[in-house]
């Protein structure tokens, strides 16, 4: 086990967090360790994931290597079983020697060894399932925690003997007072459309090809985009347009949504929780190879709502995203151009639904409900 910082002892709370990996586990986990300045935190990853980047800067960092049942049984599994094993017993010497108080996991390949290890010693662990259908970390493991919270409230029924908390996913602070944000810092004139495509770092190059050959249509009809290819796409700067910006990443994503009349995205849980916090109407491609499928279920919780139209990678076509961005482009327009006190039901912006929609699945506390909910049990 290998620690960016040594154990320090202290009377405040201590509290280790266990999460690693994605974006969905780590931003969740350190929205809610910034609702709890008064304890004494420290984290628990993987090493070479994204936790490494993000979290020593703030937190003291432990990693152990481990890797997840990705695969089909055979001598791998074997090898990935022995390995959790090994790493249940370094967490648990790690909360006895640091005299941690209790667990928080959010998720990823670290949290089954934290839970169990925790649990051994008698230490209380909160678990957070940010998805709709919850993996199988949550399935396995949530009976064995003092407090189960889910983001959405439909998880509750694929835990039936488990006692969950509503409290919504907790959102990255820039999230948090919009109308207080800087503005978008990138060259895009008010008063146009905007299309903002999210491609996600897994799978992202299949729904790029497929933007691209939409985004002249776009373009035509007025709109600007700005698309984030991720890292991976070797052509991604094949498509070449003033009105077309495209960026590997953007910093500021709370601006660049907040500013967005449409975006177009995978279905992990933390871009949906961003884009229900900035009220952003979506078109949702689940990533087909996500574990258990539960960016469909994330997505279909959105669709239901009417805050987004969701599509499967599978019967994605370019002809179908040209088509279906346009007429959600032409409310826009229709809506705009429409005379000052025409009814909605004249001129319906089909965007403006969607995101009043969207607004409703916004849970802006959910830090707060979550570091509560640890304070009192760790209290």
């Not at 959010?106 to 290890?117: D, H, N, R, V």
């Not at 698309?227 to 796409?233: A, I, S, V």
Request: proline residues 6%.
């Amino acid at each position: 086990m290998k620690s960016t910082h040594s154990s320090s002892q202290s009377s405040l709370v201590r509290l280790l967090v266990a999460a690693s990996g994605t974006g969905g586990h780590v931003f969740p986990a350190i929205a809610v360790a910034e609702q709890l300045p008064d304890y004494q935190i420290e984290w628990l990853g993987v090493p070479d994931r994204l936790e490494t980047k993000l979290v020593p800067a703030h937190y003291p960092l432990h990693t152990i290597p481990l890797a997840g049942f990705q695969q089909r049984f055979g001598l791998g599994t074997i090898r990935i079983l022995w390995q959790q094993i090994g790493a249940i017993w370094k967490v648990r010497q790690l909360l006895k020697a640091g005299k941690f108080d209790g667990v928080l996991t959010t998720g990823g390949y670290i949290a089954a060894p934290a839970i169990l290890a925790a649990r051994s010693l008698g230490l209380p662990v909160v678990l957070h399932e940010s998805n709709a259908i919850p993996g199988k970390v949550t399935r396995w493991f949530s009976p064995w925690c003092s407090a189960t919270a889910i983001g959405f409230a439909e998880t509750a029924r694929y835990l039936p003997r488990v006692k969950t908390v509503h409290v919504g996913t907790p959102v990255r602070h820039t999230f948090q007072n919009l109308d207080k944000a800087s503005p978008l810092e990138l060259p895009i004139p008010d008063g146009v459309p905007l299309i903002v495509v999210v491609g996600g770092s897994q799978g992202a190059v299949a729904v790029n090809r497929l933007v691209r050959q939409a985004v002249p249509a776009w373009l035509e009809a007025g709109a600007w985009v700005v698309h984030l290819t991720g890292e991976n796409d070797p052509d991604a700067k094949s498509l070449m347009h003033p009105h077309y910006l495209v960026l590997s990443f953007y910093d500021d994503m709370a601006a660049l949504l907040n500013r967005a009349n449409l975006a177009i995205s995978r279905a992990g849980s933390g871009s949906l929780t961003e884009l229900a916090a900035t009220h952003t109407p979506a078109i949702l491609i689940p990533y087909p190879y996500a574990a258990e499928d539960h960016q469909t279920y994330n997505a279909a919780v959105f669709e239901t709502a009417g805050a987004a139209i969701v599509c499967q990678q599978v019967d994605l076509t370019p002809e179908w995203l040209t088509t279906e961005v346009l007429q959600l482009l032409r409310s826009y327009h229709q809506a705009i151009a429409a005379p000052t006190g025409v009814d909605a039901d004249e001129s319906s912006n089909t965007l403006q639904t969607m995101a009043q929609q969207a607004a409703t699945l916004a849970m802006t506390d959910s830090a707060e409900r979550l570091a509560k909910l640890i304070r009192q049990l760790l209290q």
